[in-house]
């Protein structure tokens, strides 16, 4: 495993949206903003964005899972060959989104919340009792502080009692600081990757990474000068999703530029912060 495509679930919405108690209808706009991540790279490419909307010819209100079924079923080619892992947090990882992966060979590793899997719950007590369950711990230093990472896992089993189900294989870990035993960290995922004590540690690598399509995609777009916490116009029709590709396509240039090109590099590292750099061209510009 070295690359992954997160998706990650957003909303931009209007500039003037007010309190509801004072009774004003307010609007916003919902997306899926799919982004790849590695290990080694502090970058994050934005990929083209999904549209949570009513589409046509249909009547029912859309959804995020469906919304993320046609960005796979309309880009697996885009990523087919290239040993690319979906990320998806906990809404993903159940058999219609899983069966949507599978049909187009692509790996995953999402987030199983028991609590939101009932039937993961009765088959795990079945596997405990039967011994199928097996443990893998190592300990890791961070920052000079001791962590047991202790996980569970097995291959092979059905993520729904209904039949059929998908068979998808499950682990779980749990992080406690060695001096004192206290959990610092627990969660669980189903994946296709086969699991083994030498791939666990890439799961829960490839998870953390996962977060990246936050920090360095969304956070970036919301307060780094791009503005997308606000929606620059609902339109009639497509104007606020056209809106929104163009600020996505101008944020995907310039990581781009900051990858490949050696002037781009020596002005942003001269002149700091992103929101500055920003700030200058708009200057100069206007002024010109």
Known sequence: MKSYLGSYWWSWMDANITVPQTGKVT???????????????????????EFICPQDGHKRQDCEIEAAKRWVTNNASLVEGQGITLLGDDIYSHQPMIV???????????????????ALE????????????????????LNGQGEIWSYRHVNQYPVRNEKPAQMVNWCELTVKRDKD???IYHNSWVTNHSLSPEVLPEIAAAWRDRWKTE????????????HLEHNFGHGLHHL?????TLNLLAFLFHTVL????QHYQRIRQHRGTRRGFFQDLFSLTKYL
């Open 27 to 49: 609007y916003f706009h919902s997306a899926i903003l799919p982004a790849i991540v590695h290990p080694e790279k502090e970058q994050v490419i934005s990929l083209a964005p």
């Open 100 to 118: 949507n992966a599978l049909m187009h060979n692509l790996i995953f590793i999402f987030v199983c919340l028991p609590q939101s899997h009932g």
């Open 122 to 141: 009765e088959w795990l007590t079945f596997l405990d009792k039967t011994g199928e369950i097996k443990t893998f711990e190592h300990k890791r230093y």
């Open 181 to 183: 035993g206290e959990v």
């Open 215 to 226: 920090s360095g995609n969304h956070n970036v777009l919301k307060n780094r000068g791009y």
């Open 240 to 244: 606020s999703m056209f809106l929104l």
């Open 258 to 261: 900051g990858l490949v090109d």
